[in-house]
C-alpha cells in the first residue's frame, strides 16, 4: 500500500504529477487546484491512495489529509469511481464537500461532469453524519491560514506565467466578494482569479 509519496516533481501535465521517489517516477492523478500548485523541479509531498483494479494499479494524490479523507468516502458510494471523486474534489474544497452534505445540497454534486442527479443524491445520503463541518475559528490561526491560502494562490498564478503584481491584484479582487468557504480554499480561489485574469489576457490579446 502506497500512503505517501515525497520527492522532485518531474512533470505536471493535464491531472497528472509525475513524482521521481529515488529515481522512479510514479504517476499520480491530482484535482486542477492542486495540479496548479505543483512545479516541476520542486519538492512535493503527496498523500495517496492506491486504488486496485484488475487490469490496473492507479494512484490518487493529495495535498492534505482532509482530501484524502474526502476521497475516500467518496469512492465508497456506489456508482462513484475514483476519477469522479477526484472529479469532485476539483470542483468543490473539503469544506464545501461537508457544507453541502450537512446541507443536504445535492445541486452542488450535480455541476460535477460524470455525476447525475441520481448519484448526487446518493453522495448526500452516504456521507451524511460522516463529515464533521468545522467553523473557522476567529482567531489568529484562521488569519494565519487566509495568508498561506492567498500567498499559495499567488505562487500558482505567478508559476503559470502571470506577473506578480497582476497575481496580487486579481487575488485582491476575488477575495473583496469571496465567501468564506472559497477564500478559505485554494482551488476555489485559484479557479476565481483566472476567471478575473482570463478576460484580460484575451482583451490584452485581441489589441
Known sequence: MISALRGTV???AGGT?????????????????HAFLLRTGSEATLLTSL??????LSLFG????ESLDIFSLLVGVTGVGPKSALGVLSELSPGEVATAVAREDDSAFRKVSGIGPKTAKLIVLSLAGKIAV???PASTPQNGGARSVRADVERALVGLGWQERNATAAVD??????SPADADSVPALLRLALAVLGPAQNRGASR
Open 10 to 12: 518531474l512533470s505536471v
Open 17 to 33: 504529477a509525475v513524482i521521481d521517489v529515488g529515481g522512479v517516477g510514479f504517476a499520480v492523478n491530482v484535482t486542477t487546484g
Open 51 to 56: 486504488i486496485v483494479r484488475e487490469d490496473s
Open 62 to 65: 493529495f495535498p492534505d489529509q
Open 134 to 136: 468545522h467553523a473557522a
Open 173 to 178: 479582487e476575488v477575495l473583496e466578494t469571496a
